[in-house]
Nanobody, 130 residues
Framework: QVNLVESGGGSVQAGGSLRLSCARS???????????MGWFRQAPGKERERVAV????????YYADSVKGRFAISRDNTENTLYLQMNNLTPDDTAMYYC????????????????????WGQGTQVTVSS
């Protein structure tokens, strides 16, 4: 069993910053670098959107066009934690943010967007006011 718990959400004004964290716990057989991990978000009435993805070792990252240059995904595999630094937030960033993990690695040439993620957190709410 792999458990993911997000934290760090909150309410900020446009132009502000937040740092989300996703702590992994559960089966100690698997180290954190066993998983490709990502951040997703879903706003009310909208489909879930892939925000950022990071490879097992952290060497490859992907960002949605809507967040490029403003968000940064990172991971600390020694602490089993995934991060999302969000800067220059806008009201369009308002959503529930989820972290997710999958077994198949992700990197340029092998992003495999067709694959489902195996594990999901419960989400943390981010609200940006204008």
């Amino acid at each position: 069993q792999v458990n993911l718990v997000e934290s760090g959400g909150g309410s900020v004004q446009a132009g502000g910053s937040l740092r989300l964290s996703c702590a992994r716990s559960g089966n100690g057989r698997y180290s954190n670098n066993s998983f490709c991990m990502g951040w997703f978000r879903q706003a009310p009435g909208k489909e879930r959107e892939r925000v950022a993805v990071i490879s097992r070792g952290g060497g490859s990252t992907y960002y949605a066009d809507s967040v490029k240059g403003r968000f940064a995904i990172s991971r600390d595999n020694t602490e089993n934690t995934l991060y999302l630094q969000m800067n220059n937030l806008t009201p369009d960033d308002t959503a529930m943010y989820y972290c997710a993990a999958r077994w198949i690695d992700c990197y340029p040439g092998n992003w495999r967007w067709d694959l489902e993620y195996n594990y999901w957190g419960q989400g943390t709410q981010v609200t940006v006011s204008s």
